[in-house]
């Protein structure tokens, strides 16, 4: 199975500020790596999918970078609604793997 | 616009079994793969299983395999997952969710939550 780790798995922030999230596959995935967010008590919802393609719908201030085992999900200026908690997602093969998740905090 | 229910959660002993059901509307159900993800409470995401469109096809998480089966009927647009043999460890929120090219989730239901306690 793929291991997927996200880092950190939690970080302070202010509004405005910007943040960047890592996730590292345990081997090479290619571009098949999504993000979700997931507010408390809610489904996660797709931001990103094929490392950086953002899905329909989805605030520009969100991006996806990266390939093989090392991804990035970059928010450029944190708005109040984006403090929540963050999963990375490999989609290159069964069984699918999700990161450990960030939570997003106001500082 | 897409539409995912889950229902059939419940509290139920270990070793019962319990069916969930997910009812899909707002897009042609048979053209899409289903998956199953759950959340046990306060942690991450563990995918769960996955049918094709035409149920021709089925992958499971070893967690589950040999007790979870999951199956569709399209002429319902519904999916279920039948849940035998069921551990306090599969204590958890269930959630519908459509594939979009059989790896990724890109509409998810609200969730149906299972509890296993004696």
């Known amino acids: 199975d793929i291991q997927m780790t996200q880092s950190p798995s939690s970080v302070s922030a202010s509004v405005g500020d910007r943040v960047t999230i890592t996730c590292r596959a345990s081997q090479g995935i290619s571009s098949w790596l999504a993000w979700y967010q997931q507010k408390p008590g809610k489904a996660p919802k797709l931001l990103i999918y094929?490392?950086?393609g953002l899905q329909s719908g989805v605030p520009s201030r969100f991006s996806g970078s990266g390939s093989g085992t090392d991804f990035t999900l970059t928010i450029s200026s944190l708005q109040p609604e984006d403090f929540v908690t963050y999963y990375c997602?490999?989609?290159?093969?069964?069984?699918?793997?999700f990161g450990g998740g960030t939570k997003v905090e106001i500082k | 616009q897409v539409q995912l229910v889950e229902s059939g959660g419940d509290v139920v002993q270990p070793g019962r079994s319990l069916r969930l059901s997910c009812a899909a509307s707002?897009?042609?159900?048979?053209?899409?793969?289903m998956h199953w993800v759950r959340q046990a409470p306060g942690k991450g995401l563990e995918w769960v299983a996955v049918?094709?469109?035409?149920?021709?096809?089925?992958y499971y998480a070893e967690s589950v395999k040999g007790r979870f089966t999951i199956s569709r009927d399209n002429s319902k647009n519904t999916m279920y997952m039948q849940m035998n043999s069921l551990r306090a460890e599969d204590t958890a929120v269930y959630y519908c969710a459509r594939a979009s090219g059989y790896y990724l989730f890109d509409f998810w239901g609200q969730g149906s939550l299972v509890t296993v306690s004696s």
């Open positions: 049918i094709w469109y035409d149920g021709s096809k089925k």
């Open positions: 707002g897009f042609t159900f048979s053209s899409y793969g």
């Open positions: 094929a490392a950086s």
């Open positions: 997602q490999q989609a290159n093969s069964f069984p699918l793997t």
